[in-house]
């Protein structure tokens, strides 16, 4: 299954009941940073691409972000780089996770693993996405900037199989995985 929903809604949240409740939760964003490290798999050609958010062989992530954030079309050129690498390193834990239930936690709207997935999307409002974005640290003028660079939030909707709307507390998010959890993977 693949976890999604636009910067602030509570992906990570959901990912974590569903861990509770036994899935193998993968973080692509986990594996976004891995191919940037040093050593990372598209480390040197994002260098060669943004040389200014590169210094001493390693990816500012701030700064690669103000850059590609900013452009459509530089997103598009990140996202070109990055993704068949992140889609590997997925693909690999699904494998090596055998009969467990699979939940991979996308940021994106991108349909960066293909076709067959069961697609939970969680959503919240803009005004609640942008103050905990804005909770975690971030700044208010990059959080918007970032959610206007994502698909608008009809599109997240049109493009779910089911929907988590995450605009309460914990305790209402959580018996809203719950109730997904019953229906779509049954009791227990």
Request: glycine share 10%; aromatic share 4%.
């Amino acid at each position: 299954m693949v976890l999604a929903g636009p910067i602030g809604s509570g992906k990570s949240a959901v990912g974590a009941l569903l861990a509770v409740r036994g899935a193998c939760v993968i973080e692509a964003d986990r594996l976004g940073h891995a191919v940037l490290a040093p050593d990372g798999e598209a480390s040197a050609a994002v260098a060669q691409r943004w040389p200014a958010a590169a210094s001493h062989g390693e990816i500012d992530r701030r700064r690669l972000a103000d850059l590609v954030f900013a452009d459509p079309g530089e997103l598009a050129a990140l996202e070109a780089i990055t993704h068949p690498h992140i889609a590997r390193r997925i693909h690999h834990l699904v494998a090596a996770a055998g009969d467990s239930v699979v939940v991979v936690e996308l940021p994106l709207s991108a349909d960066l693993l293909g076709s067959g997935w069961h697609r939970l999307v969680v959503l919240a409002p803009e005004e609640v996405r942008v103050a905990r974005a804005v909770g975690r640290g971030m700044d208010e003028a990059d959080v918007r900037r970032r959610m206007a660079a994502q698909a608008p939030y009809d599109v997240w909707e049109a493009s779910a199989d089911s929907v988590v709307v995450n605009d309460g507390d914990s305790a209402s998010l959580a018996a809203a995985v719950d109730g997904w959890w019953e229906r779509f993977i049954g009791p227990g």
